[in-house]
């Protein structure tokens, strides 16, 4: 029996909260807390009807800390389960260290304002001596590890599917399948279709900063960066077959790197049509995808923010998207002496999910795992003190629950190699 605040009431949260009301024997009472409470509320009413789950609902500036740790002194819960945006990830770490209590959230973070004086100094020294310059990096997550190791509370990061899932398949293949990980290649295949010409499965500009990027990976403990989108590979995906996919920056490759310091390269690929690749580099010509404020009659608009509100909302893509996605991690290393190669892998149906909580796939697959981290650390079976990625703990149980909780994962023992 549990008591759990989310923060935060878009695409990502919908499905988590969902789960968890599905899961009412672990989450018994729910505060749904968010900048704009009516959805927190409409969201409450539909699921009251059918979960024995209480839910309250509350409005909260995320970015403000003390709102949020007199958000957490009032109802006492659990833990936090951070479904806002990256931006506010420090404040509510902030708020949960104050307040006493267990943080979870699903990707690490990053300033909405990327011309912060402050920030950029050392995103700057950062780029220089690590040699990635995508704007969201754990260092600043990282920095919170005493405060939580003496304070006694547990900061979960990253547990969506990728980051979350795919970390917790490379501690379960390092426990289970090898004596020794030499490269991980973690496949991010959306094979969906929404029919509008351009749109995002996710928060558009998160979605956007992410793949503008430029690439990277680690070989040999080394950042290796190259323009956006350079290295293309095709790979044929169960459920949805051929596809072009592209090597991004992804936040994973750094925890992984760091925690598994054994593995020679790790590599990120995302699968991308024509059509949205031009239709971004078009944007970004044009200056659309810029996160700096510009001067327009009088007021000061930030590109990315507008272009936000132009595109389609990610959570309502769920009834018209079709198609699979397939997600997963391709191993190679050595186990009992003999060279070895592995993929796990979920695929996941887009209507599937619709039909199941009304969100579409990358939704879903995102806000089944933050259901299943906030679970295990609730329940005190993901629980130590400190901070840390999904693949500092043991995955087994997280395994089992993914089966359980609707992303059930397949192992090839022989899959086809990405060159
Ligand atoms: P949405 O934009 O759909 O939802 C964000 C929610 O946060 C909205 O309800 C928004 O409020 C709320 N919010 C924003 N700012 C504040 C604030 N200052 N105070 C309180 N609430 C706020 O995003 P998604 O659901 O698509 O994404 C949620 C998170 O999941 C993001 O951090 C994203 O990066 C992450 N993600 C992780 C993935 C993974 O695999 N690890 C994959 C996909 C996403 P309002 O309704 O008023 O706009």
């Known amino acids: 029996m549990s008591r759990l605040m989310v923060i935060g009431c878009g695409g990502v949260a919908s499905v988590a909260i969902h789960k968890c009301c599905q899961n009412s024997e672990v989450f018994d009472e729910l505060i749904l807390a968010s900048r704009t409470k009516s959805k927190c509320d409409s969201l409450a009413e539909k699921l009251t009807k059918l979960s024995k789950t209480k839910i309250m609902t509350e409005s909260v500036d995320a970015d ?18 951070n479904l806002a945006l990256p931006y506010q990830d420090l404040s509510i770490m902030d708020a949960c260290l104050a307040a006493g209590v267990d943080y979870i959230d699903t990707a690490n973070f990053e300033p909405e304002d ?6 950029r100094k050392r995103y700057e020294a950062r780029c220089k001596e690590l040699g990635f310059s995508a704007y969201f990096d754990y260092s600043w997550q990282w920095d919170y590890q005493d405060r939580f190791k003496e304070a006694g509370l547990t900061a979960l990061l990253g547990t969506g599917f990728d980051p979350g899932v795919t970390s917790v398949f490379a501690a379960y293949a390092k ?15 959306n094979g969906g279709d929404h029919g509008y010409p351009f749109a995002t499965n996710f928060n558009p500009e998160i979605n956007l900063r992410e793949v503008s990027a430029p690439g990277s990976y680690m070989e040999d403990g080394k950042w290796v960066e190259i323009p956006a989108m350079s290295i293309k590979r095709e790979y044929d995906f169960e459920g949805v077959g051929m596809k072009d996919m592209y090597l991004l920056h992804h936040e994973e490759i750094e925890a992984l790197g760091r925690n598994m310091p054994e593995v020679k390269r790790i590599r990120f690929f995302m699968t991308f049509g024509q059509s949205y690749l031009t239709h971004m ?48 991690c391709i191993f190679t290393g050595v186990k009992d002496g ?18 199941e909580v009304g969100s579409q796939a990358i939704s879903y697959t995102t806000g089944v795992p933050a259901m299943i981290g906030a679970m295990l650390v609730v329940t005190g079976q993901w629980k130590k003190p400190g901070v840390f990625t999904t693949d500092e703990f043991d995955p087994d149980l997280y395994m089992e629950a993914l089966n359980k909780w609707g992303l059930p994962w397949k192992v090839d023992e022989n899959p086809v190699l990405v060159p």
């Open 64 to 81: 403000d800390a003390s709102q949020v740790e007199a958000l957490i002194r009032k109802y006492q819960p659990d833990a936090v389960l």
């Open 114 to 119: 990327t011309d912060d004086p402050i920030w």
């Open 175 to 189: 426990k289970h399948y090898f004596d020794r990980i030499d490269t991980i290649d973690i496949l991010d295949c």
């Open 281 to 328: 580099s078009c944007l970004e010509n044009v200056g659309m995808l810029s996160t700096t404020p510009v001067d327009f009659q009088g007021q000061k608009i930030v590109p990315i923010q507008f272009l936000k509100a132009l595109l389609p909302d990610p959570a309502s893509l769920g009834p018209r998207t079709v198609g699979k996605t397939n997600i997963g």
């Open 338 to 355: 003999k060279e070895k190669s592995l993929y796990i892998y979920n695929v996941c149906d887009h209507q599937e999910c619709y039909k």
